[in-house]
Protein backbone atom coordinates (compact mmCIF):
# COMPACT_ATOMS: atom_id res chain seq x y z
CA UNK A 1 0.00 0.00 0.00
CA UNK A 2 2.93 2.32 1.16
CA UNK A 3 4.63 1.70 -2.25
CA UNK A 4 1.33 2.93 -4.23
CA UNK A 5 0.46 5.92 -2.19
CA UNK A 6 4.59 6.55 -2.71
CA UNK A 7 4.28 6.17 -6.78
CA UNK A 8 1.17 7.75 -7.24
CA UNK A 9 2.81 11.02 -4.78
CA UNK A 10 5.86 10.80 -7.82
CA UNK A 11 3.66 11.19 -10.51
CA UNK A 12 1.39 13.82 -8.87
CA UNK A 13 4.79 15.81 -7.78
CA UNK A 14 5.90 15.66 -11.98
CA UNK A 15 2.76 16.95 -13.32
CA UNK A 16 2.97 19.68 -10.85
CA UNK A 17 6.37 20.58 -11.47
CA UNK A 18 5.66 20.27 -15.51
CA UNK A 19 2.71 22.21 -15.15
CA UNK A 20 4.82 25.29 -13.35
CA UNK A 21 7.61 24.68 -15.71
CA UNK A 22 4.63 25.83 -18.50
CA UNK A 23 2.45 28.55 -16.23
CA UNK A 24 5.15 30.53 -14.93
CA UNK A 25 7.87 30.03 -18.28
CA UNK A 26 10.71 28.54 -16.84
CA UNK A 27 11.30 26.74 -19.56
CA UNK A 28 14.94 28.62 -21.56
CA UNK A 29 14.72 30.93 -23.74
CA UNK A 30 16.18 31.75 -26.88
CA UNK A 31 18.34 33.84 -25.49
CA UNK A 32 19.00 32.55 -22.31
CA UNK A 33 22.45 30.40 -22.29
CA UNK A 34 23.53 27.99 -20.11
CA UNK A 35 26.36 25.84 -20.02
CA UNK A 36 30.50 25.61 -18.85
CA UNK A 37 32.05 29.09 -19.20
CA UNK A 38 35.39 27.10 -19.15
CA UNK A 39 36.34 27.10 -22.48
CA UNK A 40 39.45 26.60 -23.39
CA UNK A 41 39.61 29.25 -26.72
CA UNK A 42 37.66 31.93 -24.73
CA UNK A 43 40.37 32.25 -22.54
CA UNK A 44 42.82 35.40 -21.96
CA UNK A 45 45.72 34.43 -24.58
CA UNK A 46 43.69 32.91 -26.82
CA UNK A 47 44.49 33.83 -30.37
CA UNK A 48 42.40 33.52 -34.02
CA UNK A 49 42.72 35.00 -37.43
CA UNK A 50 40.89 34.46 -40.56
CA UNK A 51 40.87 34.36 -43.97
CA UNK A 52 39.36 37.37 -45.98
CA UNK A 53 37.55 36.70 -49.16
CA UNK A 54 35.37 38.63 -51.66
CA UNK A 55 33.59 36.56 -54.04
CA UNK A 56 36.17 33.20 -55.07
CA UNK A 57 38.43 35.65 -54.46
CA UNK A 58 41.00 35.72 -51.29
CA UNK A 59 42.73 39.25 -50.18
CA UNK A 60 45.90 39.88 -48.48
CA UNK A 61 44.93 41.15 -45.12
CA UNK A 62 47.47 40.56 -41.84
CA UNK A 63 44.58 39.92 -39.46
CA UNK A 64 45.00 38.82 -35.58
CA UNK A 65 41.94 38.66 -32.74
CA UNK A 66 43.16 37.40 -28.99
CA UNK A 67 41.01 37.37 -26.08
CA UNK A 68 41.98 39.71 -23.76
CA UNK A 69 39.71 39.00 -20.93
CA UNK A 70 36.98 36.80 -19.51
CA UNK A 71 34.56 37.44 -16.97
CA UNK A 72 32.31 34.35 -15.75
CA UNK A 73 32.17 33.26 -19.45
CA UNK A 74 31.78 36.95 -21.12
CA UNK A 75 34.88 37.53 -23.56
CA UNK A 76 36.72 40.49 -24.56
CA UNK A 77 38.06 40.14 -28.18
CA UNK A 78 40.33 42.21 -29.98
CA UNK A 79 40.83 42.45 -33.29
CA UNK A 80 42.99 44.35 -35.91
CA UNK A 81 43.26 44.32 -39.10
CA UNK A 82 45.69 46.32 -41.53
CA UNK A 83 43.05 47.32 -44.29
CA UNK A 84 43.61 50.68 -44.92
CA UNK A 85 45.36 50.25 -48.58
CA UNK A 86 42.93 47.37 -49.31
CA UNK A 87 40.94 49.19 -51.84
CA UNK A 88 38.73 46.20 -52.67
CA UNK A 89 37.69 46.26 -49.09
CA UNK A 90 36.86 50.11 -49.03
CA UNK A 91 33.43 49.79 -49.85
CA UNK A 92 32.54 47.35 -47.28
CA UNK A 93 34.46 48.88 -44.79
CA UNK A 94 32.23 52.22 -45.00
CA UNK A 95 29.40 50.37 -43.40
CA UNK A 96 32.02 50.15 -40.01
CA UNK A 97 31.11 53.12 -37.55
CA UNK A 98 34.39 54.95 -37.38
CA UNK A 99 34.93 53.67 -33.96
CA UNK A 100 36.30 50.84 -35.35
CA UNK A 101 39.44 51.96 -36.91
CA UNK A 102 42.61 53.39 -34.97
CA UNK A 103 43.66 56.80 -36.50
CA UNK A 104 45.77 55.05 -39.06
CA UNK A 105 42.34 53.73 -40.76
CA UNK A 106 43.16 49.85 -39.92
CA UNK A 107 40.73 47.95 -37.97
CA UNK A 108 41.47 48.29 -34.18
CA UNK A 109 38.41 47.29 -32.63
CA UNK A 110 37.05 45.24 -29.07
CA UNK A 111 33.72 42.90 -29.20
CA UNK A 112 32.24 40.79 -26.36
CA UNK A 113 31.13 37.73 -27.09
CA UNK A 114 29.38 35.27 -23.91
CA UNK A 115 30.82 31.94 -25.26
CA UNK A 116 29.87 28.68 -22.96
CA UNK A 117 29.94 24.76 -23.35
CA UNK A 118 26.06 25.15 -25.00
CA UNK A 119 26.70 28.00 -27.58
CA UNK A 120 27.81 31.94 -28.09
CA UNK A 121 25.68 35.25 -28.20
CA UNK A 122 26.97 38.83 -28.73
CA UNK A 123 26.00 41.94 -27.27
CA UNK A 124 26.15 43.94 -30.90
CA UNK A 125 22.67 45.16 -31.12
CA UNK A 126 21.93 49.14 -30.08
CA UNK A 127 20.36 48.24 -26.49
CA UNK A 128 23.62 45.63 -25.75
CA UNK A 129 21.49 43.11 -25.01
CA UNK A 130 22.73 39.47 -25.16
CA UNK A 131 21.30 37.61 -28.67
CA UNK A 132 22.01 34.02 -29.09
CA UNK A 133 24.59 33.36 -32.20
CA UNK A 134 24.00 29.39 -31.53
CA UNK A 135 22.94 26.90 -29.34
CA UNK A 136 24.67 23.68 -29.97
CA UNK A 137 21.48 21.46 -29.34
CA UNK A 138 19.16 23.41 -31.59
CA UNK A 139 17.99 22.21 -34.98
CA UNK A 140 17.18 23.33 -38.19
CA UNK A 141 13.82 25.93 -38.21
CA UNK A 142 14.53 27.21 -34.51
CA UNK A 143 15.19 30.77 -34.36
CA UNK A 144 17.05 33.29 -31.90
CA UNK A 145 14.99 36.33 -31.96
CA UNK A 146 15.66 39.66 -30.30
CA UNK A 147 13.22 42.71 -29.88
CA UNK A 148 15.51 46.40 -29.62
CA UNK A 149 13.87 49.10 -27.74
CA UNK A 150 13.03 50.66 -31.12
CA UNK A 151 10.53 48.26 -31.81
CA UNK A 152 12.32 46.37 -34.51
CA UNK A 153 13.37 42.50 -34.32
CA UNK A 154 16.50 41.13 -35.43
CA UNK A 155 15.93 36.84 -35.95
CA UNK A 156 18.52 34.66 -36.51
CA UNK A 157 17.24 31.32 -37.78
CA UNK A 158 19.28 27.62 -37.66
CA UNK A 159 19.03 26.22 -41.60
CA UNK A 160 21.58 23.62 -41.44
CA UNK A 161 22.71 21.50 -39.44
CA UNK A 162 25.78 18.64 -40.27
CA UNK A 163 25.38 14.96 -39.56
CA UNK A 164 28.77 14.86 -40.87
CA UNK A 165 32.15 16.23 -41.27
CA UNK A 166 32.00 18.24 -44.30
CA UNK A 167 32.96 22.03 -43.44
CA UNK A 168 36.52 22.64 -44.50
CA UNK A 169 38.44 24.59 -41.17
CA UNK A 170 41.75 24.31 -41.62
CA UNK A 171 43.80 21.70 -42.01
CA UNK A 172 40.34 19.53 -41.21
CA UNK A 173 36.74 18.73 -42.02
CA UNK A 174 34.01 19.55 -39.19
CA UNK A 175 30.50 19.44 -38.55
CA UNK A 176 28.90 22.70 -38.21
CA UNK A 177 25.31 24.15 -37.51
CA UNK A 178 24.63 27.23 -39.81
CA UNK A 179 22.35 30.27 -39.01
CA UNK A 180 21.52 33.05 -40.96
CA UNK A 181 20.30 36.44 -39.69
CA UNK A 182 17.94 38.97 -41.34
CA UNK A 183 20.23 42.33 -41.61
CA UNK A 184 19.65 45.80 -40.33
CA UNK A 185 22.85 47.10 -41.75
CA UNK A 186 21.79 49.18 -44.72
CA UNK A 187 24.09 47.60 -47.77
CA UNK A 188 24.07 44.03 -46.53
CA UNK A 189 20.75 41.57 -46.91
CA UNK A 190 21.82 38.62 -44.97
CA UNK A 191 23.98 37.43 -42.72
CA UNK A 192 25.42 33.61 -42.13
CA UNK A 193 27.55 32.12 -40.03
CA UNK A 194 28.87 28.54 -38.56
CA UNK A 195 29.78 27.36 -35.76
CA UNK A 196 31.52 24.02 -34.04
CA UNK A 197 30.69 22.65 -30.58
CA UNK A 198 34.16 22.33 -29.81
CA UNK A 199 35.69 25.58 -32.30
CA UNK A 200 33.20 27.85 -31.81
CA UNK A 201 32.16 30.54 -34.59
CA UNK A 202 34.31 29.13 -37.33
CA UNK A 203 32.78 31.26 -40.61
CA UNK A 204 30.82 34.55 -41.10
CA UNK A 205 29.49 35.15 -44.43
CA UNK A 206 28.08 39.32 -45.48
CA UNK A 207 25.51 38.93 -48.50
CA UNK A 208 25.17 42.53 -49.65
CA UNK A 209 22.29 43.61 -51.50
CA UNK A 210 24.65 43.77 -55.49
CA UNK A 211 24.67 39.72 -54.38
CA UNK A 212 28.13 39.99 -53.56
CA UNK A 213 29.49 38.15 -50.30
CA UNK A 214 32.62 38.85 -48.26
CA UNK A 215 33.50 36.23 -46.11
CA UNK A 216 36.17 34.92 -43.42
CA UNK A 217 37.21 31.24 -42.24
CA UNK A 218 37.75 32.03 -38.47
CA UNK A 219 41.14 29.59 -37.08
Sequence with gaps: MKKIFYLLLIVTLSVV???CDQLFGSKEGPNDL????NVDYAQPGSTFTGSIKIGDNYLDVINNMAVTKNDNGIATIHINAKTKDITQLQPYLSLLPPSAF?????ISADFKLKITTDGIQDYFNKDGKAHTIVKYNSNVGDKYQ????DGTTI????????????FPWG???IKTITVEQDS?????SKIIMKA???FGLVFISFVMDDNSIVSSVIL
Design 17 to 19: FTS
Design 34 to 37: GGNT
Design 102 to 106: DDSGN
Design 146 to 149: LTKS
Design 155 to 166: TRTVTGKDTSDV
Design 171 to 173: LYL
Design 184 to 188: RIPGI
Design 196 to 198: NHK
